[in-house]
């Protein structure tokens, strides 16, 4: 969401803090009747944030696996997930020495076509709402685009599968997919979508199983939305923890495929400044570990906003040489609404339909990782493909 000024900033918490206590109490109820979970995309409450969250739900189950995994009736914003065992402790270690970079100097470019999943929110609606007037429009201007496939389960035994399901169709295809793991523990901290592996050990090696189906062929990472820049609510040692395993993480991605660009969240240029910014990607190892950094994942942001932003927090990194950025610009056509407004807010539009050639030094894609049309929760249920939403977005 855009940024809320420090004035306004505590009422927006004060009610916010007490709509979510009326909505958990609903949605509790609807939970427990239904029988399972699903997270859902809202703002937290930690004073800091200025960022709407992705959505999340429960393990895929259907094949192909959907670009955003469908929410089930219900999300878990007061449910705590059973626990889950930890993994085989067979898991093998990457063997990633602290001192080593993770990365070549010079990586290749992703093909320059982005690839589409063929199951999503979107093309359902499509598919079965052939007489709506707004299809032609939302078929043509949302569900034709390549999109983001979201990995927001801790699901180990389960997740090297899924992302197999997708680098695979995605090599036959000669495409570039997009994935976006978004299991770190103490997701969200603690808010609405909060969540992820039950401890960074079991991250480490849930990441693993994820990175053991890359494939060899070009594949761009978006790891960890809001990792880095929503980080304040912890303490310096759990910081620094959750710091490593980040770094580590874009260590195991490049050993299982050195064709994978991995990205570290850089927020959005509404929120933290360059500065403060680059030194959490700094200790995160975003420079050693990764290709460089993502933002505006589910903002408005312009883009021309957030590629300043995005060099000028490259540049307070530093090297080494070749650092680049990748911006959501997936509903981000008419920039950011007034302050405060981060719930499906009217007046937005499309952005820069996906692509890795943008013309700009140091961009290297415009991607969309929230899938325009699913909702923040306003003009629809959290995550679900609202229409009319869709509609207002594609017409902007």
């Not at 076509?113 to 201007?141: A, C, G, N």
């Not at 300043?308 to 056509?333: K, M, Q």
Request: glycine share 12%; with cysteine; proline share 9%.
């Amino acid at each position: 969401m855009p940024g809320v000024s420090e004035r306004g900033r505590t009422e927006v918490r004060r009610r916010r803090r007490a709509a979510r206590r009326h909505t958990m109490a609903a949605l509790a109820s609807a939970v427990v009747a239904a029988g399972a979970a699903t997270g859902v995309m809202t703002a937290a409450d930690d004073g800091g944030r200025t960022t709407a969250r992705p959505d999340t739900s429960a393990s895929p189950v259907l094949e192909p696996l959907p670009a955003v995994p469908v929410p089930s009736v219900s999300p878990s914003a007061s449910v705590t997930p059973s626990p889950t065992p930890e993994p085989s402790r067979t898991v093998r270690r990457s063997p990633a020495p602290a001192t080593s970079t993770g990365r070549p100097a010079q990586r290749a470019a992703p093909h320059p076509e982005l690839y589409r999943h063929p199951r999503s929110q979107v093309l359902e609606w499509v598919d079965s709402h052939r007489d709506d007037p707004r299809r032609p429009m939302i078929e043509s201007r949302i569900a034709a685009q390549p999109a983001a496939v979201w990995f927001p389960a801790y699901n180990p035994g389960a997740v090297t599968g899924q992302v197999r399901g997708v680098t695979a169709a995605a090599a036959a295809a000669g495409r570039t997919p997009v994935l976006v793991p978004y299991a770190i523990p103490d997701r969200d901290c603690g808010g609405a979508s909060e969540g992820g592996a039950p401890g960074l050990d079991a991250y480490d090696a849930w990441m693993e199983e994820f990175a053991a189906s890359l494939g060899g062929g070009p594949v761009i990472v978006v790891l960890e939305p809001d990792a880095v820049a929503l980080s304040d609510c912890l303490t310096a040692g759990q910081r620094a923890a959750r710091f490593a395993s980040l770094a580590r993480a874009g260590r195991t991605l490049h050993a299982a495929n050195p064709r994978a660009r991995v990205y570290f969240d850089g927020g959005h240029s509404g929120w933290h400044g360059a500065a403060k910014q680059a030194a959490a990607l700094r200790a995160a190892g975003a420079a050693t570990s990764g290709d460089g950094i993502f933002t505006n994942v589910s903002n408005f942001h312009s883009t021309a906003d957030e590629a300043a932003y995005a060099r000028r927090v490259l540049a307070a990194l530093g090297g080494p040489p070749g650092l680049g950025a990748v911006i959501d610009t997936s509903r981000n056509g008419n920039g950011a609404p007034a302050a405060g407004e981060w719930c499906d807010p009217s007046g937005r539009a499309l952005g820069r339909a996906p692509t890795t050639d943008t013309g700009l030094a140091g961009i290297d894609a415009y991607l969309w990782v929230k899938l325009p049309g699913e909702s923040d929760g306003c003009k629809g249920s959290a995550g679900s493909f609202t229409p009319e939403y869709a509609y207002e977005l594609a017409t902007g």
